[in-house]
């Protein structure tokens, strides 16, 4: 078996979802990737969110706003674990793809930046991340990734 993929789900695809894919990433868990998207896309993803990530040593010169769909066409990575950041879930959240996992993180945008609400997720998002690689949860999904380590 090859990379297995992890699919960080938020809305809008603008700030959550793509700290989440980033900072999984960054953590380099072996036998494992990330990618995000949302189900009603923004045009880029959230000024405030990249500037957070840089500030914390992430690069994030790369990131994009994906909506769902392109997972769901011919060729796309096959996803093996689907973690949901918002509290509004899609209306066809039973068709997403493998199990799937609730994280519920606030949105920082409707604090409008202020408060920190954008380093907040992060926070909150870097250690959900930490929790579920030494969980693990992913070793449960991809057992033959136990052997390979």
């Given at each position: 078996?090859?990379?297995?993929?992890?699919?960080?789900?938020?809305?809008?695809?603008?700030?959550?979802?793509?700290?989440?894919?980033?900072?999984?990433?960054?953590?380099?868990?072996?036998?494992?990737?990330?990618?995000?998207?949302?189900?009603?896309?923004?045009?880029?993803?959230?000024?405030?969110?990249?500037?957070?990530?840089?500030?914390?040593?992430?690069?994030?010169?790369?990131?994009?706003?994906?909506?769902?769909?392109?997972?769901?066409?011919?060729?796309?990575?096959?996803?093996?674990?689907?973690?949901?950041?918002?509290?509004?879930?899609?209306?066809?959240?039973?068709?997403?793809?493998?199990?799937?996992?609730f994280w519920r993180i606030a949105d920082p945008s409707r604090e409008g930046g202020r408060g920190g609400a954008y380093q907040a997720a992060l926070g909150a998002i870097s250690h959900r991340v930490a929790l579920l690689a030494a969980s693990g949860r992913l070793?449960?999904?991809?057992?033959?990734?136990?052997?390979?380590?």
């Amino acid at each position: 078996m090859g990379i297995r993929t992890l699919l960080f789900v938020g809305r809008r695809n603008a700030a959550r979802s793509v700290m989440a894919e980033t900072c999984f990433n960054a953590a380099g868990i072996a036998g494992w990737r990330a990618f995000s998207a949302g189900w009603q896309t923004q045009n880029s993803v959230d000024r405030r969110a990249i500037e957070v990530l840089e500030a914390n040593g992430f690069a994030a010169d790369a990131l994009t706003s994906k909506p769902v769909a392109i997972f769901r066409q011919a060729g796309a990575p096959a996803i093996d674990y689907c973690v949901f950041l918002d509290e509004i879930l899609p209306p066809d959240v039973a068709d997403y793809p493998g199990p799937r996992d609730f994280w519920r993180i606030a949105d920082p945008s409707r604090e409008g930046g202020r408060g920190g609400a954008y380093q907040a997720a992060l926070g909150a998002i870097s250690h959900r991340v930490a929790l579920l690689a030494a969980s693990g949860r992913l070793l449960e999904l991809a057992p033959e990734l136990a052997i390979a380590s």
